[in-house]
């Protein structure tokens, strides 16, 4: 890694100390919503959901607002909610509008999978998942974003200076599977991936 390299990643290091937190408006209404379905109380749950809502509504809580997005696109079976994609888009799509990073790097997984109402569109999926390092200095988008322009039949895609940026960042933040992606399929270009749900291979990191 080059110096310059290091300086330049060095302030948004220093900014990924703080942990990031869930509004206590949001923490409390989903724990709300979990101990209600944990025995059975519709009332407790209702409690949580309506406590989102008063966020997202009342207070412009965007923690709030992705949580209930969240609500709604899975449903509940205690409540006999099904689940509602085009709300949690619509949702979702107005958290976007307002830069909110958990909204772009879910949308940007849901453009790769083309699923939960989105049409697959890897290069859009890119755009987000790159605007959310360079607005909010996230390290697994860092390395989604990596590996995407790696396995790039697009050979524009395949800038090697940048994926080296993309991929050092998110091995210095510790994203799992970043420093074992690098060594295996970047620095010794040993195949390439064989991905049918991004999400689900993310997780399996």
Same mark, same amino acid.
């Given at each position: ?65 992705? %949580? ?62 790159? %605007? ?18 790696? %396995? ?12 080296? %940026? ?40």
């Amino acid at each position: 890694m080059t110096t310059s390299l290091i300086k330049k990643l060095t302030p948004i290091l220093l900014l990924l100390i703080q942990p990031t937190i869930a509004s206590p408006l949001s923490e409390g209404a989903l724990k709300l919503i979990q101990t209600g379905n944990e025995i059975n109380s519709p009332s407790v749950v209702m409690s949580g959901q309506r406590l989102l809502l008063k966020g997202m509504f009342k207070f412009n809580d965007l923690d709030a607002a992705y %949580e209930s997005s969240k609500q709604v696109r899975a449903g509940n079976r205690l409540m006999g909610y099904s689940p509602q994609i085009t709300a949690a888009n619509k949702i979702l799509a107005t958290l976007l509008k307002q830069g909110y990073d958990p909204a772009i790097y879910d949308s940007a997984l849901y453009l790769l999978d083309g699923n939960n109402g989105f049409v697959q569109d890897k290069l859009m999926a890119l755009n987000l998942l790159e %605007e959310s390092v360079r607005m909010h200095a996230n390290p697994q988008s860092a390395f989604v974003a990596a590996v995407i322009r790696n %396995e790039s039949l697009v050979p524009v895609l395949k800038d090697k200076r940048h994926i080296d %940026e993309l991929i050092t960042f998110a091995t210095l933040n510790r994203v799992k599977g970043a420093a074992q992606y690098q060594t295996q399929y970047i620095d010794n270009r040993n195949g390439h991936l064989q991905v049918k749900n991004w999400r689900n291979w993310i997780v399996s990191q």
